[in-house]
């Protein structure tokens, strides 16, 4: 079955400090993909990221980068010298054959606050 | 580009009422999803639309919720004899492949 999950319930950062939101998935199958979600205070998410299982590539993005290790079935993000618009919450999410790769299967998310 | 339209934005009704939302897709979008979210968790599926076809329902879509989506164009949630165990956040999303783009939910509560 798959599961997706963020431990970190809420992290508390002082602005300008890096910051690592961590992910941990679960999947039986082989292709898979793994997305970024971040849900602003008002509340719509916003993609900011896919990565196929079969491309275990690093990818920076301006302030924010990915780290995929399948060896540990993880999918780490961190955000480099954080910023108040970065407080938010931020999901992972995992989409596998198997739940028909159109189901996002999400984690119950970080609460990240930036403090000013 | 036009995001994701979800509308209305809120709704309250009392138990037992039907409701009905509906999800205008990102135009060149063949895919259309729909969660549900609730205070503190993850988006949860509930179903997933291929141009008109209904293609996949989650175990969480009971008798009382029904989805079209007529012409493959703008989708329709409904849900009949509403509980209290149905307020939540009900998510649209739209696609053409795997990035699921989201609207800004409609929030059901239900008193």
């Known amino acids: 079955a798959q599961k997706v999950t963020q431990a970190q319930t809420e992290i508390s950062v002082v602005e300008k400090e890096d910051v690592t939101l961590d992910c941990v998935y679960e999947t039986r199958d082989t292709t898979y993909y793994l997305f970024w979600y971040k849900q602003p205070p008002s509340g719509e998410l916003v993609f900011l990221i896919r990565r196929n299982s079969f491309d275990e590539q690093n990818e920076i993005s301006g302030r924010y980068s990915w780290n995929f290790q399948k060896s540990t079935s993880s999918f780490n993000f961190t955000i480099t010298a954080s910023q108040v618009v970065d407080s938010a919450v931020y999901f992972c999410a995992l989409a596998d054959d198997t739940s028909g790769a159109n189901n996002l299967f999400f984690g119950t998310g970080t609460r990240l606050t930036v403090i000013p | 580009d036009t995001g994701v339209s979800q509308n209305p934005r809120h709704k309250i009704t009392k138990r037992g009422q039907n409701v009905t939302f509906r999800c205008d897709p990102i135009?060149?979008?063949?895919?259309l999803y729909w969660y549900r979210q609730t205070l503190g968790q993850g988006p949860e599926f509930l179903t997933y639309f291929q141009n008109e076809a209904q293609l996949e329902k989650s175990r969480l879509l009971s008798d009382r919720f029904s989805a079209e989506r007529p012409k493959g164009s703008f989708s329709t949630l409904e849900i009949q004899r509403t509980e209290q165990g149905d307020s939540a956040m009900y998510l649209c999303a739209s696609s053409r492949k795997y990035e699921q783009y989201f609207g800004p939910g409609t929030r059901l509560t239900v008193t």
């Open positions: 135009s060149e979008h063949n895919r």
